[in-house]
């Protein structure tokens, strides 16, 4: 094995450890244990390597204790919780850049995918395009994608939203 290996190996079980930790703090009797371990997880889920942890968390959704499992399924859903780092909300999936392999099968499938899950296609505001886009953005995420990557799409789409909106006037929502 190599030392780089070696490594690696060892961070992954370090970094897999501080979240077993973390876990069986979720049940703490005090409070303030509870509220600082979901935080600690939160930014676990939130780094780089928190696919690392995220089965982890996952399977503590289903403990027998109440506690644990809600503010489990909560850090998990921080894990899929991306937005983009200078606009206020997700932008529409039809800003997917050109460049995106199958771009208009995707646009449909997802918009389709949204309407399926309840939302209207002719919700205000476009809000059936904003959730087709965060259902994008999870499968990006589960299929392995890193956060810092699939934040930099959100950034651009995000971009090319409000140079439209700013051409066609519309106001800001």
Known sequence: MTSALATLLFWETLFDAQAAALLGKLGDERFFVREAASAALVRLVRSDDGRAVLARVQGAT???????????????????????????????IDMLPPTVKDRGVLI?????????AGCPSNAPRWTNYRYATSLYVG???RSGQPRARVQ????????????YRAKEKLKDE
């Not at 499938?109 to 399926?116: N, V």
């Open 152 to 163: 930099l799409l959100l950034d651009e789409m995000a971009e090319v939203e409000q140079k």
């Open 139 to 141: 499968d990006l995420l």
């Open 108 to 116: 449909s499938e997802y918009c389709r995918r949204s309407q399926e």
């Open 62 to 92: 289903h403990h027998p204790d109440p506690e644990v499992s809600r503010r489990a399924e909560c850090v998990v859903a921080e894990f899929y919780n991306v937005r983009p780092s200078k606009a206020a909300q997700v932008p529409w």
